[in-house]
């Protein structure tokens, strides 16, 4: 099983960006698929997860709103779509999938993890 998480970059706050989770190994669909990032000097945070079906998501309380993550069971591929950027969101996003089918935020629920993609938003 492998992860790769891309599309991060330097953003204006107030801008948007979307991450792409490109996933190899088998039966993408059987499992959630979470987003966590780190920020300097932070520990890592739970951001967004969905279930395997892609019909279930949960977010952290500071991406309510602003975050939306998805899915692409096909072309097994996970998404994060981040609009209305402030500089704390300034991190390195990681892409994890879980151990099971439902969404959690809970870090030790995940097993394999991606390279993450380095998000800077400026003030």
């Known amino acids: 099983v492998q992860l790769q998480a891309s599309g991060g970059g330097l953003v204006q706050a107030g801008g948007s960006l979307k991450l792409s989770c490109t996933f190899s190994g088998r039966s993408f669909g059987s499992y959630a698929i979470g987003w966590f990032r780190q920020g300097p000097g932070k520990e890592r945070e739970f951001v967004a997860s969905i279930n395997g079906a892609g019909t279930n998501t949960i977010y952290a309380e500071s991406a309510q709103g602003r975050f939306a993550i998805s899915r692409d069971n096909a072309n097994p591929t996970a998404y994060l779509q981040m609009n209305a950027l402030k500089p704390e969101d300034t991190a390195v996003y990681s892409c994890?999938?879980?151990?099971?089918?439902?969404?959690?935020?809970?870090?030790?629920?995940?097993?394999?993890w991606g390279q993450g993609t380095l998000v800077t938003v400026s003030s």
């Open positions: 994890a999938r879980a151990g099971g089918y439902y969404q959690t935020h809970q870090e030790s629920s995940y097993y394999y």
